[in-house]
Nanobody
Framework: QVQLVESGGGLVQTGGSLRLSCEAS????????FGWYRQVPGKRRELVAC???????NYADSVKGRLTISRDNAKNTVYLQMNSLNPEDTAVYYC???????????WGQGTLVTVSS
């Protein structure tokens, strides 16, 4: 079973930067697709960015040009580089791993990002 551990969240001022990390275990890292989601109270969890096993990426319109997803297969880690942050980015950020051929759909515990005005 895949296990995911997020880190890197914290408090940052408007315009600042953070880098979130998601370390995966389970031996299937190179074959999986990964996504970063975020959620605020009362709202549905939304996809922020995703990266396929091929390296192809996709982003929500609200974060294009500011957030970048990447993966380091040697370290079994997915990153979310967050620049030019604004208060609307405040949320709990979750890492997700999917490998449908093996029925894997795993989630991390989340890391809180707070952007002050």
């Amino acid at each position: 079973q895949v296990q995911l551990v997020e880190s890197g969240g914290g408090l940052v001022q408007t315009g600042g930067s953070l880098r979130l990390s998601c370390e995966a275990s389970g031996g299937i890292f190179s074959f999986g697709s990964f996504g970063w989601y975020r959620q605020v109270p009362g709202k549905r969890r939304e996809l922020v960015a995703c990266i396929a096993a091929s390296g192809v990426t996709n982003y929500a319109d609200s974060v294009k040009g500011r957030l970048t997803i990447s993966r380091d297969n040697a370290k079994n880690t997915v990153y979310l580089q967050m620049n030019s942050l604004n208060p609307e980015d405040t949320a709990v950020y979750y890492c997700n791993a999917v490998l449908l051929s093996r029925g894997i759909d795993a989630w991390g515990q989340g890391t809180l990002v707070t952007v002050s005005s």
